[in-house]
């Protein structure tokens, strides 16, 4: 959390504003964080709920920083961009040179997410799939690293990205995921199959085994230098590029 100018624009203080997007319009909310010693929050806390929106209590001074002003204990966060539904973003696949959605297991650093924004737009993919919960907030850091992608890219998220799979599986997408180990196929000898759904997974620990048991092949990068340290956005890069080769 920080005190960024470009970041407070997407939040909105004070109980009585953020009651009211979650009562009228809860699909702009992103979050909702809340001051672990602020009382009388039932209300907030009951219309989280009710509307399905996330919320997080965290400590006085992190809100602080987040919004320096008075906030009464509550801020929300916005989501900033329009979000397509899962269906439509199925659809919008079959209609792409490249029919290939980026699925996001819970990657959670925005400079990652933008830049592989910016890969898949580059690529002519069809959209990025996210779960709502434990991914990165796709505002304005996510934003300077896509550098214009993510305000061009169909954007999807969903409460439960295994089940969103199964959805893309029997509409005729096969599951592919990105991990190493004995498991895995060489990606540039694996039979590639499209329309396509490609699945990365947390910086740190992977993707979660839910959401990998979903995919048809584990897709792995050859390292031939003796160097295995790529990040999730480096890694993305490769096979998404070596998947459009193969498509074309």
Not at 101 to 111: E, F, N, R, S, T
Not at 152 to 169: E, G, H, I, S
């Amino acid at each position: 959390m920080n005190d960024n100018p470009d970041l407070r624009s997407h939040l909105t203080p004070g109980r009585k504003p953020v009651l009211e997007l979650l009562r009228s319009r809860p699909e702009t909310l992103d979050t909702v964080f809340l001051a672990e010693d602020a009382p009388g929050l039932g209300d907030v806390l009951g219309q989280c709920k009710e509307a399905g929106v996330r919320f997080r209590k965290v400590r006085r001074a992190e809100l602080d920083r987040m919004f320096p002003g008075n906030h009464q204990g509550v801020v929300g966060r916005l989501r900033g961009r329009q979000l397509m539904d899962l269906d439509a973003l199925i659809a919008e696949t079959g209609r792409c040179s490249f029919p290939l959605i980026l699925a996001l297991d819970q990657v959670q650093d925005p400079g990652n997410v933008g830049t592989l924004a910016r890969t898949l737009l580059a690529l002519g993919g069809a959209g990025l799939l996210f779960p709502r919960d434990r991914t990165a907030f796709i505002g304005p850091a996510a934003a300077k690293a896509a550098a214009g992608a993510l305000d061009r890219l169909p954007l999807c998220q969903v409460v439960n990205l295994a089940r969103a799979l199964d959805a893309c599986a029997e509409a005729g997408l096969t599951i592919y995921g990105s991990a190493a180990g004995p498991a895995s196929t060489d990606l540039f000898t694996a039979r590639l199959d499209f329309p396509a759904v490609l699945v990365l997974g947390n910086e740190d620990k992977g993707m979660r085994p839910n959401v990998g048991k979903r995919c048809a092949a584990m897709l792995s990068i050859p390292m031939r230098g003796g160097f295995d340290s790529l990040n999730v956005a480096q890694a993305g890069a490769m096979i998404m590029t070596e998947m459009l080769r193969r498509r074309s």
